[in-house]
Nanobody
Framework: QVQLVESGGGLVQAGGSLRLSCQAS????????MGWFRQAPGKEREFVAG????????IYGDSVKGRFTISRDNAKNTVALQMNSLKPEDTAVYYC???????????????WGQGTLVTVSS
């Protein structure tokens, strides 16, 4: 089973940018669809973005479309989330996730990292 470790979270002002990274270890990274989810205090976990195994196709949650970009590097076993034009409502713990199913099938994400905190100040 793939192991996931996120990094890159921190404190940023509204309008700023952050880049999250997720390092995967274990066999066959390229066989996994990858995604990012987030969970704010007192709220349910929310889908942020997903990317297909080869990185050709991606999908985004409505609240981040046009501001966030997901990418992956199968040679380095990494997936990234570039976050621009950040808003206070983007404050959350961000989780990297892996799925052996489709990148757009949210229920099939079964492997999770420990999360990284992003705080956007107003």
């Amino acid at each position: 089973q793939v192991q996931l470790v996120e990094s890159g979270g921190g404190l940023v002002q509204a309008g700023g940018s952050l880049r999250l990274s997720c390092q995967a270890s274990g066999p066959s990274f390229s066989t996994y669809s990858m995604g990012w989810f987030r969970q704010a205090p007192g709220k349910e976990r929310e889908f942020v973005a997903g990317i297909s195994r080869r990185g050709v196709l991606s999908i985004y949650g409505d609240s981040v479309k046009g501001r966030f970009t997901i990418s992956r590097d199968n040679a380095k076993n990494t997936v990234a989330l570039q976050m621009n034009s950040l808003k206070p409502e983007d404050t959350a713990v961000y989780y990297c996730a892996a799925s052996l199913g489709s990148y757009s099938s949210l229920r099939e994400y079964r492997s999770w990292g420990q999360g990284t905190l992003v705080t956007v100040s107003s």
